[in-house]
T-cell receptor
Framework: AQSVSQHNHHVILSEAASLELGCNYS??????LFWYVQYPGQHLQLLLK??????LVKGIKGFEAEFIKSKFSFNLRKPSVQWSDTAEYFC????????????FGSGTKLNVKP | EAGVAQSPRYKIIEKRQSVAFWCNPI?????LYWYQQILGQGPKLLIQ????????DSQLPKDRFSAERLKGVDSTLKIQPAKLEDSAVYLC???????????FGPGTRLTVT
């Protein structure tokens, strides 16, 4: 079975600091990759996704992620975080040729101090 | 467009009782998913429907959990009887196809006492 690892469980940053959240997965086949965000009291929302093409993908609110196939990684980045980025971030991997079965990481809680 | 709807939003039951959750996906989305999210963990897929057929239910505890999607639109997930370890948020998601982005509902927070 697929496993998705998010190495940072809780990250605390000050506003304007740069952010990088790690995500590694185990599946060696063709995958679709996602980052979802859950703001306090809200449901999971798509932040960005990678299906194919340019491995550097840009999402909403200034977030971007880079797919590095050789490292089985899909790390999330933002150059300058804001207080409103306080949320929980989930990496997800879908096995493209296995009915798009989704596997989620355990999440990273980001706390941005104003 | 309207998002994924779920009800109820919260439910508290005693162990050994039964409970049912309802989900209405985004209109036109053929694929529907139920997830269980235990506190501190990521969502875990319980069952995946393509129209009204089951694509994957390998992680569904079939001795107590059941789900159906009779007309290929809305879906219900039932737990009978509930155990303490079933306390979690139950998420419903839908997508327009097997290789498409999933859109999530607000979830149902279940507390089993």
């Amino acid at each position: 079975a697929q496993s998705v690892s998010q190495h940072n469980h809780h990250v605390i940053l000050s506003e304007a600091a740069s952010l990088e959240l790690g995500c590694n997965y185990s599946y060696g086949g063709t995958v679709n990759l996602f980052w979802y965000v859950q703001y306090p009291g809200q449901h999971l929302q798509l932040l960005l996704k990678y299906f194919s093409g340019d491995p550097l993908v840009k999402g909403i609110k200034g977030f971007e992620a880079e797919f590095i196939k050789s490292k089985f990684s899909f790390n999330l980045r933002k150059p300058s975080v804001q207080w409103s980025d306080t949320a929980e971030y989930f990496c997800a991997v879908a096995e493209r040729y296995n009915f798009n079965k989704f596997y989620f990481g355990s999440g990273t809680k980001l706390n941005v101090k104003p | 467009e309207a998002g994924v709807a779920q009800s109820p939003r919260y439910k508290i039951i005693e162990k050994r009782q039964s409970v049912a959750f309802w989900c209405n996906p985004i209109s036109g989305h053929a694929t529907l998913y139920w997830y269980q999210q235990i506190l501190g963990q990521g969502p875990k897929l319980l069952i995946q429907f393509q129209n009204n057929g089951v694509v994957d239910d390998s992680q569904l505890p079939k001795d107590r959990f059941s789900a159906e999607r009779l007309k290929g639109v809305d879906s219900t997930l039932k737990i009978q009887p509930a155990k303490l370890e079933d306390s979690a948020v139950y998420l419903c998601a839908s997508s327009s196809g097997l290789s498409r982005t999933q859109y999530f509902g607000p979830g149902t927070r279940l507390t089993v006492t």
